[in-house]
């Protein structure tokens, strides 16, 4: 299933669980876990791409979790976990019902079982209701996701800069 139909469909998410893409996938991984599922997060980019997309103080509580990183690890909160388990730098190269086929830097291959496989990679742009309402209406303007895939803040500018011009 991809990131969002994990989200509606929690109760059909299986006890081994890979999660696939570091930067939205990160957070999800970590909740997952938390619930007591056993989960694998996996993906091509290296640490710093883990939870990229938001602000440092999120992205602090992640790494601190799912990394190494050299930083204050004073709450319980704020200690090194293992499940996730993280692969980083890694290639997918099948998938089949039996597991997730992966290839590591050196070339090592090594298959992940899995009760569900969530792929949380790239986010694309939603115009579908943009192209049916456009021309039906005098004015119809593209903002937010629906013009780029971005993030909140992208989305509330783009919507205050229409608001300006109208
Ligand atoms: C898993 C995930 C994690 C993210 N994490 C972050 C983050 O931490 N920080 C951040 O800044 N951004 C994050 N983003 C990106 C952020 O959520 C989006 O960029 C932002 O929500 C875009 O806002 P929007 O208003 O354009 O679209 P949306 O928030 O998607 O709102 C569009 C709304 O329109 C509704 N809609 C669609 N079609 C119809 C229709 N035909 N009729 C009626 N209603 C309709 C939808 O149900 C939805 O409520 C994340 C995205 C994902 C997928």
Not at 58 to 78: C, G, Y
Not at 137 to 142: L, Q, R
Request: aromatic share 6%.
């Amino acid at each position: 299933m991809d990131h969002i139909e994990a989200l509606k469909n929690r109760g059909e998410i299986g006890k081994r669980v890979v999660v696939w893409g570091l930067m939205y996938g990160a957070e999800l991984a970590i909740s997952l876990a938390d619930e007591g599922k056993k989960v694998t997060l996996i993906g091509e980019a290296g640490e710093k791409t883990m939870t990229s997309h938001t602000s440092d103080m999120r992205k602090f509580w992640v790494w601190r979790k799912l990394t190494d990183i050299n930083a204050s690890r004073e709450t319980p909160e704020a200690q090194r976990v293992d499940n996730p388990e993280v692969k980083l730098n890694v290639k997918v190269k099948t998938i089949t019902a039996d597991g997730v086929e992966f290839e590591d830097r050196d070339g090592n291959k090594s298959v992940l079982p899995y009760d569900t496989l969530v792929i949380s990679r790239g986010r694309e742009k939603n115009d579908s209701l943009f192209a049916k309402i456009e021309g039906k209406a005098s004015e119809v303007y593209k903002i937010g996701d629906c013009s780029s895939a971005g993030n909140i803040q992208k989305a509330v500018w783009s919507a205050n800069e229409v608001a300006r011009k109208i």
